[in-house]
């Protein structure tokens, strides 16, 4: 969302002038002058996401926000305002960054207590001409005795004193450090229950949803929902958190083929509560001997004419991998109720949510959910579920563990298999006939359910969960730094 703010820049704050009601004539010439850039972010960020419920409320807001930045601007800016703020101050050489040249130059450094360190071109100057914070950051002793270097989240800085003062600024960077009570400090938020606040805010929680969108890869996805599932679920907001991603998701979805299929926050968030630990147990009780007895035999059950020539041993093993979906659904289907609670309440909000817009899509999207996303990568990839300890190489095992999930899926989605794609599978399409009308019951009934998730039934926020999500946090460094900033302005004391 913030990463298209400058390309917008122009046209927002163009039609943000034209609304009635929000004049900009009080402050704002003299603002832009002196941090355009967080006004502009804060502009864009209340148009985009519609912070607010009415104009009127958004103008009250607006000013206020505004006014606690350009207070704390006029305050910090400057070498000389800096000073009420700092910790230490004085002249170091700055060499030039990415340069493969031995380039110095004279700078004016001050440390502060926001843990931030600001570089001017000379005391006088009204503008640093940069800044970075220091939390987090290393700093490298070189062999001079005189150079250091501070590797921070924005990246190497080096500096060299100019006397004997190295003892002194080193000292100054490290209580810069200590003077935080909380590392996330820097954006405001100054204890747990400011993050809690801060992540829980107005039930829009654009915070959490920044960190799930923009998390590397699946695995950090998991980690950071997993964690923020613990605090909702404390502050009984879990479900407030699944129905509002879940209807954003809705909301976005023009046409029902591309319904829950992309790779957004409403699908990473639904595939998480499948690898919490009660999703984990559920499918090993479930499904693991099962796997486990594939595994362990072995055997060659291929289908695809193209890699068995006997016609008789294909026949032969389209009824014995029949015989094992029969299994596994018997075992799907008469679990319903050692079904976790929190799996079938995220179905029921599913089901409820996806009957508004796209009444016809219900089943396919509880399959998807299900079955995709869930029992599917599970019977693929039963290393990751904890059903066995590593992923051996048993060739024929996982050709028919593959064979058996992509049955399941195609009967989940209420499909058969036709001529013009994968022709072999069509001798599987009995199995899905037989089993067709079991699956469309199990699935009504998985949503069958009270839309509540059970208190306690998440883990307490521990300090590792905690530390997780201000990880995460800190990671985004600058770029999440002004939706941070607009929620805690927001924030009542």
Same mark, same amino acid.
């Given at each position: %969302?913030?990463?298209?703010? #400058?390309?917008?820049?122009?046209?927002?704050?163009?039609?943000?002038?034209?609304?009635?009601?929000?004049?900009?004539? %009080?402050?704002?010439?003299?603002?832009?002058?002196?941090?355009?850039?967080?006004?502009?972010?804060?502009?864009?960020?209340?148009?985009?996401?519609?912070?607010?419920?009415?104009?009127?409320?958004?103008?009250?807001? #607006?000013?206020?926000?505004?006014?606690?930045?350009?207070?704390?601007?006029?305050?910090?800016?400057?070498?000389?305002?800096?000073?009420? !703020?700092?910790?230490?101050?004085?002249?170091?050489?700055?060499?030039?960054?990415?340069?493969? #040249?031995?380039?110095?130059?004279?700078?004016?450094?001050?440390?502060?207590?926001?843990?931030?360190?600001?570089?001017?071109?000379?005391?006088?100057?009204?503008?640093?001409?940069?800044?970075?914070?220091?939390?987090?950051?290393?700093?490298?002793?070189?062999?001079?005795?005189?150079?250091?270097?501070?590797?921070?989240?924005?990246?190497?800085?080096?500096?060299?004193?100019?006397?004997?003062?190295?003892?002194?600024?080193?000292?100054?960077?490290?209580? @810069?450090?200590?003077?935080?009570?909380?590392? $996330?400090?820097?954006?405001?938020?100054?204890?747990?229950?400011?993050?809690?606040?801060?992540?829980?805010?107005?039930?829009?929680?654009?915070?959490?949803?920044?960190?799930?969108?923009?998390?590397?890869?699946?695995?950090?996805?998991?980690?950071?929902?997993?964690?923020?599932?613990?605090?909702?679920?404390?502050?009984?907001?879990?479900?407030?958190?699944?129905?509002?991603?879940?209807?954003?998701?809705?909301?976005?979805?023009?046409?029902?083929?591309?319904?829950?299929?992309?790779?957004?926050?409403?699908?990473?968030?639904?595939?998480?509560?499948?690898?919490?630990?009660?999703?984990?147990?559920?499918?090993?009780?479930?499904?693991?001997?099962?796997?486990?007895?594939?595994?362990?035999?072995?055997?060659?059950?291929?289908?695809? +004419?193209?890699?068995?020539?006997?016609?008789?041993?294909?026949?032969?093993?389209?009824?014995?991998?029949?015989?094992?979906?029969?299994?596994?659904?018997?075992?799907?289907?008469?679990?319903?109720?050692?079904?976790?609670?929190?799996?079938?309440?995220?179905?029921?909000?599913?089901?409820?949510?996806?009957?508004?817009?796209?009444?016809?899509?219900?089943?396919?999207?509880?399959?998807?959910?299900?079955?995709?996303?869930?029992?599917?990568?599970?019977?693929?990839?039963?290393?990751?579920?904890?059903?066995?300890?590593?992923?051996?190489?048993?060739?024929?095992? #996982?050709?028919?563990?593959?064979?058996?999930?992509?049955?399941?899926?195609?009967?989940? !989605?209420?499909?058969?298999?036709?001529?013009?794609?994968?022709?072999?599978? $069509?001798?599987?399409?009995?199995?899905?006939?037989?089993?067709?009308?079991?699956?469309?019951?199990?699935?009504?009934?998985?949503?069958?359910?009270?839309?509540?998730?059970?208190?306690?039934?998440?883990?307490?926020?521990?300090?590792?969960?905690?530390?997780?999500?201000?990880?995460?946090? $800190?990671?985004?460094?600058?770029?999440?730094?002004? $939706?941070? @900033?607009?929620?805690?302005?927001?924030?009542? +004391?």
């Amino acid at each position: %969302m913030l990463k298209n703010f #400058r390309l917008e820049k122009k046209c927002l704050i163009k039609d943000y002038e034209k609304q009635e009601h929000m004049s900009m004539n %009080m402050y704002n010439e003299e603002y832009l002058k002196i941090n355009g850039k967080n006004l502009n972010d804060i502009i864009m960020y209340k148009k985009r996401v519609k912070f607010y419920k009415n104009w009127l409320e958004v103008e009250q807001q #607006r000013n206020q926000a505004l006014l606690k930045w350009k207070n704390k601007t006029l305050k910090n800016m400057g070498g000389k305002g800096l000073k009420e !703020n700092c910790i230490y101050s004085g002249v170091l050489q700055k060499k030039k960054q990415k340069s493969t #040249r031995q380039v110095w130059k004279k700078r004016f450094v001050v440390i502060t207590k926001d843990n931030r360190m600001y570089y001017f071109k000379s005391e006088e100057d009204t503008e640093p001409l940069g800044e970075f914070k220091l939390i987090q950051c290393t700093i490298q002793m070189q062999n001079d005795g005189k150079t250091f270097k501070l590797v921070t989240d924005k990246g190497t800085y080096t500096f060299m004193v100019v006397d004997d003062s190295v003892g002194v600024w080193i000292s100054s960077i490290n209580l @810069s450090n200590q003077l935080l009570q909380s590392p $996330l400090e820097v954006y405001g938020i100054n204890s747990n229950e400011d993050l809690f606040q801060a992540l829980c805010y107005d039930n829009e929680f654009e915070i959490p949803k920044y960190l799930i969108d923009n998390a590397k890869d699946y695995s950090e996805a998991d980690d950071i929902c997993h964690a923020l599932f613990s605090v909702f679920q404390a502050r009984e907001n879990l479900r407030n958190f699944v129905t509002k991603v879940i209807n954003d998701e809705i909301d976005n979805t023009a046409t029902e083929e591309v319904l829950f299929r992309g790779n957004s926050v409403a699908t990473r968030v639904v595939k998480s509560f499948t690898t919490t630990d009660f999703g984990i147990q559920y499918v090993n009780d479930t499904l693991g001997d099962i796997i486990r007895d594939i595994q362990n035999a072995n055997e060659p059950l291929e289908i695809d +004419p193209t890699r068995v020539s006997s016609q008789e041993t294909i026949q032969a093993n389209v009824e014995k991998i029949g015989s094992l979906i029969d299994t596994m659904l018997d075992r799907i289907t008469s679990s319903i109720n050692q079904c976790p609670q929190e799996l079938r309440v995220v179905a029921r909000i599913l089901s409820d949510s996806v009957e508004e817009k796209f009444p016809n899509c219900t089943g396919i999207v509880l399959a998807g959910y299900f079955f995709l996303r869930y029992l599917c990568p599970a019977i693929m990839v039963p290393m990751n579920y904890s059903i066995c300890s590593v992923d051996e190489n048993l060739p024929n095992a #996982r050709r028919t563990l593959i064979i058996c999930a992509k049955v399941l899926q195609t009967l989940g !989605n209420n499909l058969r298999y036709s001529p013009s794609k994968e022709g072999y599978m $069509l001798a599987m399409n009995d199995v899905i006939d037989r089993n067709r009308e079991r699956i469309n019951q199990f699935l009504i009934q998985l949503a069958d359910v009270d839309d509540v998730f059970q208190k306690g039934a998440h883990p307490r926020i521990s300090n590792e969960k905690v530390h997780l999500i201000s990880d995460a946090i $800190l990671s985004h460094g600058d770029e999440i730094e002004p $939706l941070i @900033s607009l929620v805690m302005n927001s924030i009542d +004391p």
